[in-house]
């Protein structure tokens, strides 16, 4: 059965840095893109950055420069490292796995920029 869990979010201050991390278990994890993305409050869910299984990365404009999207495919382990974090950046951050055909969600984690 496959299951993605994120863990590593919470409440950091602007400026500050988190590191977010995205568990994934009954997938060949190596085969396929990770992605993460975001849902604001009231707001529609949104892509922040995405690695492909050949390493390739892609980021949203409105975090480029700030995170990144390691992978260790070795441990079936995704990341996401956030630095200067800023109140718009807090959301609900979710991990997907993505094939040609099936999907995979995790359940989500708070990161909440707050002073």
């Known amino acids: 059965q496959a299951q993605l869990a994120e863990s590593g979010g919470g409440l950091v201050q602007p400026g500050g840095s988190l590191r977010l991390s995205c568990a994934a278990s009954?997938?060949?994890?190596?085969?396929?893109?990770m992605g993460w993305y975001r849902q604001a409050s009231g707001k529609q869910r949104e892509l922040v950055a995405t690695?492909?299984?050949?390493?390739?990365?892609n980021y949203s404009d409105s975090v480029k420069c700030r995170f990144t999207i390691p992978r260790d495919n070795g441990k079936n382990m995704g990341y996401l490292h956030m630095n200067s974090l800023q109140p718009e950046d807090t959301a609900v951050y979710y991990c997907?796995?993505?094939?040609?055909?099936?999907?995979?969600w995790g359940q989500g984690t708070q990161v909440t920029v707050s002073s």
């Open positions: 009954g997938i060949r994890f190596s085969s396929y893109t």
């Open positions: 997907k796995v993505s094939g040609s055909i099936l999907n995979w």
């Open positions: 690695i492909t299984n050949n390493y390739i990365t």
